[in-house]
């Protein structure tokens, strides 16, 4: 009877003891699930350069170890261009206590920065002027939970180019989105260096992509060459500035290089896709723990040349050879 007593007494301890152990084996799965960070992406619209922009932003991520669906959960949204969406997916982030917030787009950035507080960290990933559009303090110390990347674009390199390229243009259309921030920045500066220059340039505004047929039809009635900046609006208008501006042989010089993908003729631009891979390594680092006060903002600012040979050709124009060989070995050529 004691020999039952006790093994009754053997098995009663077992099953409590599995019990825990399976209670306790729950509960770290649990609290590991919990443990993975949860980044919402949230991005202005659909075109070429914020797109890459996005994929460099994950595979920034991913060159810290976090990969998507393994150990970090990415929630993109993108708002099309609609800025009620920009509002109610910043909320969505806000509500769900994303572990961080990456803006794609100075509005994007701008409807996140509204909604995170002092405790969530944001990342802007290629915002024109931050300090300019309130995101941060200063670019060396943001001084609260914003900070990020930057393409300030090589504008002298952007002019000396049309320059040599167009010798003899007389005039320059500079066309921007009134309510870009970034668009207006770029064009204006850009505008200050043709005047410094001594280049005539008029300035042509869209409120957005359906205003670009008609403006486009305007401008390129009225100058020699066109200057599409860094700007939203214009970079998902841009086969459309392009088609119009073909008809009247008139070459597009584009900020971007997915601009120049998308028709322009040729561009010294920085890498839509670098902007977002320094910003995704950036959200990785504060993912482990970096302060977002104290971490300066990063400018990329050394370009390439980008040029569309299948452009020059239907335009006439012979590119300089300098210019061409310089593209095929460290820039990008499309055909």
Not at 45 to 69: C, N, R
Not at 114 to 126: H, R, Y
Not at 279 to 285: I, R
Request: charged share 20%; glycine share 8%; proline share 4%.
């Amino acid at each position: 009877m004691k020999r039952l007593y006790g093994f009754i007494a053997a098995l009663v301890i077992f099953l409590g003891v599995a019990f825990f152990m399976t209670q306790n084996n729950s509960s770290n799965t649990t609290t590991a699930k919990k443990k993975i960070p949860t980044v919402g992406i949230l991005q202005l619209m659909s075109h070429p350069a914020l797109d890459q922009i996005h994929k460099g932003f994950v595979a920034g991520l991913k060159e810290y170890g976090y990969t998507p669906g393994k150990n970090i959960k990415i929630d993109f949204q993108n708002a099309q261009g609609d800025q009620s969406n920009l509002k109610t997916m910043s909320t969505k982030f806000s509500n769900e206590k994303v572990s961080l917030m990456a803006g794609i787009a100075t509005p994007a950035a701008q409807a996140l920065a509204n909604v995170a507080g002092k405790k969530t960290p944001v990342i802007l990933a290629g915002i024109t002027n931050p300090s300019g559009s309130g995101l941060v303090k200063t670019d060396k110390h943001p001084g609260a939970n914003i900070t990020g990347t930057s393409g300030e674009s090589p504008l002298e390199k952007q002019l000396a180019l049309i320059k040599t390229v167009m010798p003899n243009a007389k005039t320059i259309g500079i066309i921007y989105t009134s309510s870009d921030h970034g668009g207006t920045y770029n064009a204006k500066k850009f505008a200050a260096l043709c005047k410094k220059e001594g280049i005539n340039y008029k300035l042509y505004t869209i409120s957005g992509t359906n205003d670009m047929q008609q403006v486009a039809e305007q401008m390129v009635s009225q100058v020699d060459a066109v200057y599409a900046p860094q700007d939203n609006e214009v970079a998902a208008a841009m086969k459309t500035l392009v088609e119009v501006a073909n008809k009247s042989k008139i070459p597009v010089f584009a900020a971007a290089d997915t601009m120049v993908k998308d028709g322009g003729l040729a561009s010294y631009a920085i890498s839509q896709y670098k902007l977002g891979k320094v910003a995704g390594e950036m959200a990785a680092q504060v993912l482990r723990g970096r302060k977002t006060a104290d971490f300066p903002v990063k400018y990329i600012t050394k370009g390439e040349y980008v040029i569309n040979t299948k452009e020059a050709k239907l335009l006439g124009i012979t590119l300089p050879d300098d210019i061409v060989k310089q593209a095929q070995s460290k820039g990008e050529v499309f055909k």
